[in-house]
């Protein structure tokens, strides 16, 4: 009957008053803040049941940065022939993946809105983030600073961005925005300097697991 | 000691060797090419030379074979074992490490591990798994030459390191140990001088000795014996490192350590076996260079001494330092490494510079080209240049031996490395 009702709400936002965001967010430097994630909340938290896939290959997290609403089970899948051991000590989300067949790809549901830093316990080098989010209004940034969100329902947000080369801890809070019936375009600039990206890997010159 | 420490990780293996659910064998086997360009035979055939081969001993030759085992015990307990299989006359089949390790799931940003056995610090930036393997040439510097011929800890590590929240991109951290078991570290040295090849000692092993010590001791009874076993424990005192290190992403690493084994020179075992007195600084550097190439350093610097206090120094009474830099290269599945080095032996308050020296440069040139998943050949040319006398001549020339010496030596190897087992 709730999916039936907010089917229909759905059609009648999008036919009446569904809208979409054009950002350009830019860092303190005026460089263009890439791969940062950015979200919209309204008034109230929103969960789904939602499924995302977070692949461990090479020894590392693909993707490294994943945004994800509250409620999203994700997957993490070992696409490596050595044994990952993934784990976040975040509270309130922090788990362990339990050892696992190779049949079973263990899964974890992330219910809390937080930060949540992901690594693996053989392989310190390895190092993700889960941006849970309480809205489905989220992306990240292209390598322009560039971001487009669709069908956003009319009424007031607040936007936020984060990335790890900004705080790795805390969102950053980017004021109040006000969807109408219209596309709305924002160029936003952080009050803050991006780190640099880090070097892309130098063809494996050397070994940097621990020994 | 080592026999207590190998029948306890047996011991606990074998409790829970039921349920081990991931483990990993790797066995490997080399077949080495070797023409070896030196006037003097090998240490190894108790000569001079600081080749591991010589004119007698090269030609086509198995030189290596080995187990590496790997098996996680519970989520936090592993089990590591490498067994070596030497080429000397007895101790043939030899552990090289055995040992647990324990990885706790961190509850927190710090992160603490231990490792308690039998293994090998982490100094060596050659190095790493399985059964220690040189990932870069064929021979290895003199330093990490020299820690897989005498050095091992026998004892417990525990190391404590944190990823900078505010800061990822940054990692540090702190290790320190206590040991057992490695007394006699810097006889080799003392008496064989540095050297650069790719052979382990055995826990359980003794290394050949030459006839001629390179440092001339300053009394008969510190004269090399003929075999020359560097795990033992003598003096009932423990030693201990430290170390602290810093990893930036995957562009640096820096790590300084230090080392002492606190051993009593005086001490010796019924067998006449004396325990040195070492310690050393160390310092190691991992860096990435741009256009896809690699730089590697190490630095070590330390005293080692034995015997009774004669006054103005020792029977044996050392100081020692070496270093090197290696530049290397990947190009898809070759790899070219070149490396050279400097190192020094010196006796401490020698003032007529008779007792000789051990001073030189080595220059190594490496070719890898794994070809197979399991087959990878390798080229290197190796050459090692010592000069072992400070003043014209010293108790080396008195012996017989040429003053400076310059060993090389051309070596193709076929190395094949299988991997059994679920998930490693």
């Known amino acids: ?211 | 000691m080592k026999h207590g420490l190998l029948l306890l990780g047996l011991a606990c293996a074998s409790a829970i060797a039921g349920e081990i659910d991931r483990h990993r064998l790797v066995i490997g086997a080399d077949l080495a090419l070797v023409a070896a360009g030196s006037e003097l035979p090998s240490w190894l055939h108790h000569g001079n030379g600081k080749l591991r081969f010589d004119g007698d001993h090269d030609g086509l030759r198995p030189s290596r074979l080995f187990a590496d085992y790997r098996g996680r015990l519970t989520p936090n307990w592993f089990l590591h074992a490498v067994v070596n299989f030497n080429d000397t006359v007895s101790e043939k089949l030899d552990l090289t490490e055995a040992y647990l390790a324990w990885r706790p799931l961190p509850a927190s940003a710090w992160r603490l591990r231990g490792r308690f056995g039998a293994f090998y610090p982490r100094l060596s930036l050659e190095h790493g798994e399985p059964a220690w393997s040189n990932r870069y040439a064929l021979s290895a510097s003199a330093i990490n030459t020299w820690i897989g011929e005498e050095l091992r800890t026998l004892g417990l590590e525990l190391t404590l390191s944190r990823r900078l929240q505010r800061h990822p991109q940054h990692q540090l951290s702190i290790e320190g140990a206590m040991f057992f078991g490695n007394d006699p570290l810097g006889g080799l040295l003392a008496w064989r001088g540095w050297s650069a090849h790719d052979r382990q000692t055995g826990l359980f092993g003794k290394v050949p000795m030459p006839t001629v010590s390179v440092i001339e001791p300053w009394r008969e009874d510190g004269q090399p014996p003929a075999r020359f076993p560097p795990f033992e424990e003598v003096d009932h005192r423990p030693g201990f490192y430290a170390g602290a290190s810093w990893q930036w992403e995957e562009r640096l690493r820096l790590k300084y350590f230090f080392y002492d084994n606190h051993a009593d020179p005086e001490a010796e075992t019924a067998n006449g076996l004396y325990a040195w007195e070492t310690w050393f600084n160390h310092l190691g550097l991992q860096l990435a260079l741009p256009a896809g190439f690699g730089l590697l350093a190490q630095w070590l610097d330390g005293k080692t001494r034995m015997g009774e206090d004669l006054g103005p120094w020792r029977v044996q009474d050392l100081l020692f330092d070496a270093s090197y830099l290696a530049l290397t290269r990947r190009f898809g599945e070759h790899r070219l490494t070149a490396r050279y080095e400097w190192f020094d032996l010196q006796p401490y308050n020698d003032p007529p510079g008779i007792t000789n020296q051990d001073k030189g440069n080595v220059l190594a040139v490496a070719w890898l080209y794994r070809f197979r998943p399991t087959l990878r050949i390798g080229a290197e040319y190796l050459r090692i240049e010592s000069r072992h006398c400070r003043q014209a001549a010293c108790a080396w020339v008195f012996h017989g031996l040429p003053r400076d010496t310059t060993e090389d030596r051309v070596q193709l190897t076929l190395s094949w490395e299988f991997t059994a087992g679920r998930r490693r």
């Open chain 1, 1 to 211: 009957m709730r999916l039936i009702v907010c089917g229909c709400l759905a059609i009648f936002t999008i036919a009446a008053q569904a809208a979409d965001l054009q950002l350009r967010l830019r860092d303190a430097a005026g460089d263009a803040a890439s791969d940062t994630v950015v979200y919209l909340v309204g008034r109230q938290a929103l969960s789904a049941d939602r499924r995302f896939t977070i692949r461990q290959k090479d020894k590392r997290f693909i993707p490294a940065i994943a945004v994800v609403q509250a409620g999203t089970t994700v997957e993490f899948p070992n696409e490596d022939q050595v044994s990952h051991h993934v784990y976040s000590f975040n509270r309130p989300n922090a788990f362990e993946l339990p050892l696992y067949r190779d049949d079973l790809v263990p899964a974890v549901r992330f219910d809390e809105p937080g930060i949540v830093v992901i690594g693996c316990n053989i392989h310190d080098s390895m190092l993700g983030y889960i941006v849970v989010v309480p809205t489905p209004h989220f992306g990240i940034t292209d390598a322009g600073g560039e971001l487009r969100l669709t069908g956003l329902p009319a009424g007031r947000y607040r936007l936020h961005a984060w990335s790890p080369r900004l705080d790795p801890l805390n969102a950053v809070a980017l004021g109040p925005v006000d969807i109408g019936g219209r596309d709305l375009s924002l160029q936003l600039a952080l009050d803050r300097r991006l780190r640099s990206a880090p070097a892309p890997g130098g063809d494996d010159a050397l070994a940097w697991d621990e020994y």
